[in-house]
């Protein structure tokens, strides 16, 4: 079995997610060739072939030319899968190259399981597994997801080059619309789940975070049910989050949600359920109802 790794590149950087790749290739047991429209001065730490395209030539985003080069390397390598990164690039061309190899294509994976991927349904609320009725496939998969893996070593670059384009012109990147909490920043974060019960349980966590001199973060769950602003939400449809001290109160632990905080230095989880999956990347479990430990917790700071 083998993989095609789309590697991404952006604002003259590497991104470290393209680690995330050779960490899902692992999981599958599939040997890789890696793809990258980028530079020679930014090669990833990877040991295979590297085919590498100049983001000079190419520009950092060019549908039918990054398209292009993806065919060429499919005809060289012939892969089982073509695997792309669950971010703006890979959305657009992923579809875009399984229909032009007229194979199936598989989004947002967030695991294997029993030889197929498993995807999010509902919303995400729910996780289905599905297996492609081609014999090829191309694949996104979620960030945070898999784990980064480095294998080291110094790549064998095969140089690309492609002529031609739709005539679309890269201008570059557009921030995105300031929020009115910028969790990225907090150094201490608590965060309330469903397992809170209602809105109006909301102030109790709230106050927990405001004794930690931290901020209010939120699952999705919580945020889709209106208890708390979009802004304050953390995961891969919020605000992906690194602060030295995570505090999640009722949070049971979707995939979408541990992408978005699991780079905490230090995780403590409130949950009355011990087999919660958050507690399998907690530091400290703390197998409680949320609304008898929180309040005891704050009134203990406060003193």
């Known amino acids: 079995m083998k993989a095609l790794l789309v590697g991404e590149y952006r604002e003259g950087q590497l991104l470290e997610s393209t680690y995330e790749l050779l960490g899902f290739a692992g999981q599958l047991g599939a040997d890789t060739a890696m793809l990258l429209v980028g530079s020679s001065s930014q090669l990833p730490a990877y040991g295979g072939t590297l085919y590498l395209a100049d983001v000079a030539a190419c520009g950092e985003y060019n549908p039918d030319l990054h398209k292009k080069l993806i065919l060429d390397t499919v ?3 012939n892969p089982d899968y073509v695997v792309f990164l669950h971010s703006s690039y890979g959305w657009d061309l992923a579809p875009r190259v399984a229909a032009q190899l007229k194979v199936a294509q598989v989004s947002e994976i967030t695991g294997l ?3 197929g991927f498993e995807v999010g349904a509902c919303n995400a609320k729910m ?13 996104t998969i979620q960030a945070g997801a898999f784990p980064v893996a480095q294998p080291g070593g110094t790549p064998q670059v095969q140089q690309l080059s492609a002529a031609g384009g739709n005539g679309v012109e890269f201008v570059g990147y557009e921030p995105a619309e300031a929020k009115d909490v910028d969790l990225t920043r907090a150094e201490i974060i608590v965060s309330a789940g469903r397992g809170i019960g209602k809105k109006d349980n909301v102030p109790v966590i709230a106050a927990l975070a405001k004794a930690f001199g931290g901020e209010l973060g939120a699952s999705r769950p919580v945020v889709d049910a209106g208890w708390v602003e979009h802004s304050h939400q953390v995961g891969t449809t919020g605000q992906t989050v690194s602060p030295k ?8 632990g979707a995939i979408q949600h541990l992408a978005g905080m699991k780079k905490s ?7 009355k359920d011990k087999d ?4 399998e990347i907690a530091d400290v479990l703390v197998v409680a109802d949320v609304l008898q430990f929180v309040p005891a917790l704050t009134a203990k700071l406060a003193k």
Not at 128 to 139: E, H, N
Not at 245 to 252: E, K, P, T, W
Not at 265 to 271: G, H, K, L, W
């Open 75 to 77: 005809a060289k390598e």
């Open 113 to 115: 399981v029993d030889g």
């Open 127 to 139: 996780r289905r597994t599905v297996k492609p009725a081609t014999a090829k496939a191309v694949l």
């Open 245 to 252: 001290l995570y505090v999640a109160c009722g949070i049971s």
């Open 265 to 271: 230095d230090f995780v403590v989880a409130i949950n």
């Open 276 to 279: 919660a999956p958050i507690g």
